[in-house]
């Protein structure tokens, strides 16, 4: 599937979608966001068929944010759409039943760097960098301190809000903005071990707590276990579940209802 400018191929169980502008610096233009927004909704949700997707770009740039070329003089109604189509994206992320996996070769500043923090997981080369720059143009990044402000915590994320000064990927790794990061030859295959981790557990469990972790997070201790309590009572019952601990039991592999 091709949506000139974002590329989704699936095989083997893992869709891979890659921004495919590099000569834009793959910027989160309205035209990109909404055929991203496409890009996710393109990806089968029936269990098996795809077990995890990665996020990736071409170029120097995973994403140097918003295109600014497209935002001078625009009426406000322009700027409502864009941002409400941003933070739709962005959610959307999170509303996949399969884990999303930013795989981060170059920099990633502003909205670029919100893409990568609001993905379940990321790894990067060792020699990307990640920055949220807004505050040197008269634009403060409001949108993007919502998924890294969680990721990194309130100071960290009000230092680089505050500076705009770009933090390297071992910097990422330690903050937890990132999972890993490794050497720009071995990101492949860095993210390719990952993949492999997930692939080997029961898409329809991970599933479920792909879903309940995003329904809890932030919520106060209380709302949360009310939240997660009788999604974990359902899942003991389900087939995996009752699959999974008996196959621990007995000391053998267990054989998920995802797989032929």
């Excluded at 080997?200 to 919520?219: E, N």
Aim: hydrophobic share 45%; glycine share 6%.
């Amino acid at each position: 599937m091709d949506l000139d400018g974002i590329r989704v191929e699936i095989d083997d169980r893992v869709a891979t979608i890659t921004l495919a502008r590099p000569e834009r610096r793959n910027a989160l233009s309205l035209d990109m966001l909404q055929k991203l927004i496409k890009a996710f909704e393109s990806i089968p949700s029936t269990p098996g068929e795809v077990a995890a997707v990665v996020l990736g770009a071409e170029g120097k740039a995973f994403s140097a944010g918003h295109d600014l070329s497209e935002m001078i003089d625009r009426p406000d109604t322009y700027y409502d759409e864009l941002f409400e189509t941003c933070g739709r994206m962005m959610e959307g992320i999170h509303a996949l039943p399969q884990p999303v996996i930013a795989k981060v070769q170059g920099v990633a500043t502003a909205a670029g760097c919100q893409l990568v923090a609001s993905c379940d997981l990321a790894v990067a080369a060792e020699d990307a960098w990640f920055a949220t720059p807004g505050v040197s143009i008269g634009l403060f990044c409001s949108t993007p301190m919502v998924p890294v402000s969680r990721a990194v915590g309130h100071k960290r994320a009000m230092h680089m809000l505050l500076t705009g000064e770009p933090v390297s990927a071992p910097t990422a790794v330690e903050w937890g903005l990132i999972n890993d990061a490794a050497p720009a030859d071995q990101l492949d295959n860095a993210v390719d071990e990952l993949v492999a981790k997930i692939l080997r557990f029961s898409t329809t469990t991970i599933a479920t707590g792909k879903r309940a972790y995003w329904s809890q997070a932030g919520q106060p201790e209380s709302t949360a276990y009310e939240i997660t309590t009788p999604v974990m009572a359902s899942n003991a019952a389900a087939l995996d579940a009752q699959e999974g601990m008996s196959a621990f039991l007995e000391k053998r592999d267990p054989v998920w209802t995802d797989r032929d």
